[in-house]
């Protein structure tokens, strides 16, 4: 299975900004575009679809979990395990413009930034579709795909 999964991977990690060199001890780090976002989600759907044969669908819950963490400044932990094997844990930035939400991860070379739209079916269930690559046949080469992400907000 491929490390590339459209930037949607995540065991829940919570990350602290601390301000550095300000007199003021708290500091407003919030994006507003972001605050709709803000918490730890859980997959409750998570789908990848085969571009080249839309009969080849991987869910990647069958045997698995996807967490992400969104904080307020739009720093995200995201978390995916898939059955015996080690988790897959990105951390990144937040973005959001319109209707499209973006990840992009930390740290160098790596994943490119990845995309969905998304849509809230209420305030605590997101809804993210979007491209990805994925090795959806399991024939060791990644295919290009398409994720299909329902995400629930834990309670606070």
Do not use: K
Request: net charge negative; hydrophobic share 40%; charged share 15%.
């Amino acid at each position: 299975m491929s490390r590339r999964w459209n930037g949607w991977t995540g065991c829940v990690v919570a990350l602290t900004v601390m301000a550095c060199g300000s007199d003021d001890p708290v500091v407003d780090q919030t994006d507003p575009a972001v605050a709709p976002f803000v918490g730890t989600w859980d997959a409750v759907e998570f789908t990848v679809t085969n571009d080249a044969d839309t009969t080849d669908v991987a869910d990647l819950l069958t045997n698995g979990s996807f967490t992400v963490n969104i904080q307020p400044s739009g720093l995200y932990t995201a978390t995916l395990v898939l059955g015996t094997f080690n988790p897959f844990v990105e951390i990144g930035q937040l973005t959001v413009s319109g209707s499209v939400l973006t990840l992009t991860p930390s740290g160098g070379p790596g994943p490119c930034p990845a995309s969905s739209v998304y849509a809230f079916s209420d305030t605590n269930t997101l809804v993210l579709d979007g491209p990805t690559c994925l090795d959806v046949n399991l024939d060791g080469e990644d295919e290009d795909a398409q994720a299909h992400i329902v995400l629930e907000r834990r309670p606070s």
